[in-house]
């Protein structure tokens, strides 16, 4: 898997999240985002077992190319804590 980062929220306090990852093996985002526990809003929803549910902020749709014009953030791949 080549995992991307795109972005990350810019109003994020801890600089944590949301972020949006983007992967280029699969060709789908992948989103990190606060998760819905409201069960109000869960009831509203069908959602299959093998599936969850995030809230994600709109300021961070400048992230996707399909929003922005077409370009990715420069951020590049994701590495795992170590790499150089």
């Not at 306090?13 to 109000?40: A, C, I, M, R």
């Not at 399909?66 to 804590?81: H, I, K, S």
Request: glycine share 8%; proline share 11%.
């Amino acid at each position: 898997m080549a995992l991307h980062r795109s972005g990350k929220d810019p109003e994020s306090p801890d600089g944590k999240s949301p972020t949006v990852y983007y992967d280029s093996t699969s060709e789908n985002y992948v989103l990190h985002g606060w998760k819905v526990t409201d069960p109000e809003r869960l009831a509203r929803m069908d959602i299959p077992e093998h599936e969850t549910v995030i809230e994600f902020p709109r300021r961070m749709m400048q992230f996707f190319p399909e929003v922005n014009g077409g370009a990715f953030p420069a951020e590049g791949p994701v590495r795992d804590e170590g790499d150089e």
